[in-house]
């Protein structure tokens, strides 16, 4: 993908579970030529650091990303989890109304949690497809982070068939699908049902540390 812009969508600083600073991030991204760079912190009260993380989050990247602004764009976005299949974000009020980008995601899944051990792979799939299904016509949601992926990754493959679903559904309500190497791989297949459908992308490294900012623009690029 030759005019892929320079993005990076999904990224992590220790406001939450990255390993380095906001300023970090944004020096990084600009040193390797990052145009549009998005902090995509989690919400999840495990993850996060202090009960007034969200106000310190918000003011450091308001405060940091008018140096490099001629350069870069730096937008305050968010993770965020959904809690139910009525489409219940994990994220308070100021959050939502606060936040640029709402990268929206299936984690733990609803009446399940994080311990997938013993669960039914055909119930995995079920209940990330439906998951999926909501955020794509969730009124709060920019982007739908890793589709597919945490059933994937922790269960059993997600049906190339049912991702393309969620495409179909994300482009009739103007939701970007993210393409991220941490969990798609290989890429391609997913790319190729995304651009049959000329749905949005949104190109996200699950970039927990500095060194993988622009990993998804990379493997994107090469394809």
Same mark, same amino acid.
């Given at each position: 993908?030759? /005019? ?10 220790? &406001? ?19 145009? +549009? ?18 106000? +310190?989050?918000? @003011?450091? $990247? ?8 001629? @350069? ?17 974000? /994990?994220?308070?009020? %100021? =959050? ?10 299936? #984690? ?23 998951? /999926?299904?909501?955020? *794509?016509? #969730?009124?709060? $949601? @920019? *982007?739908? *982070? ?8 922790? $269960? ?8 393309? %679903?969620?495409? $179909? +559904?994300?482009?009739? &309500?103007?939701? *970007? ?5 941490? !969990?798609?791989?290989? =890429?391609?297949? !997913?790319?190729?049902?995304?651009? %049959? ?27």
């Amino acid at each position: 993908m030759e /005019l892929l812009p320079r993005w990076e969508y999904h990224l992590h600083s220790d &406001f939450s579970d990255g390993a380095s600073s906001v300023a970090e991030g944004i020096a990084t991204a600009r040193a390797r030529g990052i145009e +549009r760079l998005i902090f995509t912190e989690h919400t999840e009260p495990e993850l996060v650091h202090g009960p007034d993380w969200f106000a +310190r989050y918000a @003011d450091t $990247v308001r405060s940091l990303r008018g140096a490099v602004a001629g @350069d870069m764009e730096v937008i305050l976005g968010l993770e965020v989890p959904l809690v139910d299949f009525a489409g219940t974000l /994990l994220a308070d009020e %100021r =959050m939502l109304a606060e936040a640029e980008f709402i990268l929206g995601a299936v #984690h733990a899944y609803p009446g399940h949690g994080w311990n997938l051990s013993g669960i039914d792979p055909a119930l995995a799939i079920e209940l990330e497809f439906q998951g /999926l299904m909501t955020l *794509a016509e #969730h009124p709060l $949601v @920019d *982007a739908i *982070a890793h589709p597919g992926g945490v059933c994937e990754k922790y $269960v059993t493959p997600f049906p190339l068939e049912l991702f393309e %679903r969620v495409v $179909v +559904r994300a482009k009739a &309500f103007g939701k *970007a699908i993210e393409l991220n190497p941490a !969990y798609h791989e290989p =890429m391609a297949p !997913y790319l190729e049902i995304c651009r %049959r459908h000329a749905v949005l992308i949104s190109p996200g490294s699950n970039a927990h540390h500095p060194e993988h900012i622009g990993l998804a623009w990379r493997v994107l690029r090469a394809l």
